[in-house]
């Protein structure tokens, strides 16, 4: 498959909110940032030429967060892709702090959030954030007076739509009695499906579910095991087929795998052209269980 024919158009289109068009295969931005999701890029530019080639393919969903670098990657956006092509759908999240690399601590206060948000703005060149996801439920915080700040700036014009992530569905119950939530960021793949009831939920309200970690590892993932021979039979690695089985699993499904390198970014991007058949597609939904248990 040469780099022309790859297009995310491949993997449809979700309204996100009932009124945002994206492409269902979108881009996670955090791996623009140093090791442990802390600092800067090892390449800089190269982080700049993986967005403006995102793009350029016609990803026009592109999920980050302060806390990458921390503040690394939604400057990078900013200062890479602003003015912001038509249709591009930059989604952020808050509600989570840095310690250093690979720490991280839910802060849900409203004061923290309103800044973050400020800030956000700030640093994506933005007047309104299309998606703002509350990062995590901080456990010290009723979720109404987290959501409640949102919501108010909501009101005022600087946030558009409102998510959360890693949330279970009596959550997602208790926050719309707050403010209307329209995706939910959990992790999620074919080897780990924990969050299934999630997923069920979201696609009975019709919710976008953005999964992270998208690509199975493990056994399931090893060379020579069951999705790299069903990967080799059609010319894909096993990143490939793990993507292209999310956008096969549900309509309501948008996975945003991400990277620092353009290369990996095309081979991600040339997964909305993967087809199987139903039928191997369910075989290997019934081994992934199998070898889950």
């Not at 498959?1 to 790859?6: F, G």
């Not at 940032?33 to 982080?47: F, L, Q, S, V």
């Not at 946030?159 to 329209?182: F, M, Y």
Request: charged letters at 25%; aromatic letters at 6%.
């Amino acid at each position: 498959m040469t780099s022309s024919a790859i297009t995310a158009q491949a993997s449809g289109t979700f309204k996100l909110g009932g009124d945002l068009t994206v492409n269902r295969l979108g881009f996670g931005a955090m791996r623009i940032t140093g090791p442990g999701i802390w600092g800067e890029p090892k390449d800089p530019e190269e982080a700049k030429r993986v967005l403006r080639r995102a793009v350029e393919l016609g990803v026009n969903f592109i999920d980050t967060a302060d806390s990458y670098g921390p503040y690394v990657s939604e400057q990078i956006i900013g200062d890479t892709l602003s003015p912001y092509p038509e249709g591009v759908v930059i989604a952020t999240k808050g509600g989570l702090t840095r310690q250093g690399p690979n720490k991280w601590l839910p802060v849900g206060r409203p004061e923290y959030l309103r800044q973050e948000v400020e800030m956000s703005l700030r640093r994506l060149r933005l007047e309104r954030i299309d998606l703002y996801q509350l990062h995590r439920i901080d456990p010290k915080v009723p979720v109404e007076e987290s959501l409640g700040e949102l919501k108010k700036m909501q009101q005022e014009g600087k946030i558009r739509h409102i998510g959360l992530s890693e949330v279970k569905p009596d959550e997602i119950e208790r926050a719309q009695r707050t403010v209307p939530i329209v995706s939910v960021q959990n992790q999620y793949n074919i080897a780990d499906r924990k969050h299934e009831d999630t997923l069920q939920y979201c696609e009975q309200h019709q919710l976008a579910f953005i999964p992270w970690f998208p690509v199975a590892a493990g056994e399931l993932a090893k060379p020579g095991g069951p999705l790299d021979q069903t990967a080799g039979k059609h010319g894909a690695t096993v990143a490939q087929l793990c993507i292209a089985w999310l956008l096969w699993r549900s309509p309501e499904m948008l996975p945003i795998p991400g990277t620092s390198s353009v290369s990996h970014l095309e081979e991600n991007v040339a997964s909305a052209q993967l087809k199987l058949g139903d039928e191997e597609w369910a075989e290997l939904e019934k081994i992934a269980r199998i070898k889950g248990k």
